[in-house]
């Protein structure tokens, strides 16, 4: 009778547990509909800088700005959440490192789709086709890929930038991989490469910045941004975020942060 008894108190305690963990599960999803990261928030990872698309800005409440920082920004007003940015290295959130993490939502850092990418991660809709461009001193005398025998060309780590410049470069050319463009910037201005190889918009600022560059190529590549998220994870939060996008495009706002950042 004793034992009987302790089975029954054992099948009791062990079926109000499995109530209390889906009335857990049942609150849970309540409180966080969307399942992201933090209830509320559309975490988002960017490898800051990397102007025009993110940079510090501590006017705004995310202390960050730029077009993916907008654009997500946007997105997350779209789906009633607060924009939460947090500066990653870009080698973790192109591999889905960061995301897989829990450490944010979305990867949005000029993430180019490719397959090799998708194989990990699901990507939204493109958002941005852009190019691959070659940035110098405006004095080099360089003026393509071809000029580059036996010298170096700096590019980002893990970029498609780093990939197109292993598969076109002179033979004697050195690529140099840095971890962010701003290592990469201040190697240029040191000395120590003597080109740049990476998208065109981050080129183009810096030649608008510094009168002493100028892009001499464009490479059309075929590349579009897309925002990156961990596979299969999230698929009611994917189809959101595309179906907010889409309304960006249609009431015009897409386009006016577009014109803001690229003219």
């Not at 800005?57 to 947090?86: C, H, M, N, R, W």
């Not at 789709?113 to 001193?137: G, M, W």
């Not at 410049?165 to 201005?189: C, R, Y």
Request: proline content about 4%; overall charge negative.
């Amino acid at each position: 009778m004793v034992r009987f008894g302790r089975v029954l108190a054992v099948a009791g305690i062990s079926g109000l547990a499995v109530i209390m963990a889906a009335c857990s599960s049942n609150d849970d999803q309540a409180d966080n509909p969307l399942g992201t990261v933090t209830a509320g928030a559309l975490t988002v990872c960017a490898d800051a800088p990397y102007d025009p698309f993110e940079f510090e800005d501590p006017s705004t409440e995310s202390g960050y700005s730029g077009f993916d920082i907008d654009l997500t920004g946007a997105i997350a007003k779209k789906l009633g959440l607060k924009l939460v940015v947090q500066d990653t290295d870009f080698a973790a959130v192109q591999s889905g490192a960061a995301m897989t993490a829990n450490q944010c939502d979305l990867g949005a850092s000029a993430i180019t789709i490719t397959p090799e990418r998708q194989a990990n991660l699901d990507f939204t809709d493109p958002y941005y086709n852009s190019l691959q461009s070659l940035l110098v001193k405006t004095d080099s005398g360089i003026q393509s890929l071809d000029d580059l025998a036996d010298k170096r060309i700096g590019v980002q780590r893990t970029t498609t930038g780093e990939t197109y410049a292993n598969e076109h470069k002179p033979a004697s050319a050195e690529v140099i991989s840095f971890p962010s463009d701003g290592e990469l910037w201040t190697a240029s201005q040191a000395g120590q490469v003597d080109a740049l190889l990476q998208d065109f918009p981050i080129n183009k600022v810096h030649e608008d910045d510094d009168p002493a560059y100028t892009v001499v190529a464009k490479y059309e590549t075929d590349e579009s941004y897309g925002f990156a998220m961990v596979k299969g994870k999230n698929p009611e939060l994917l189809a959101k975020i595309n179906a907010a996008l889409q309304e960006l495009r249609d009431d015009g706002e897409y386009q006016t942060l577009y014109d803001h950042y690229f003219g």
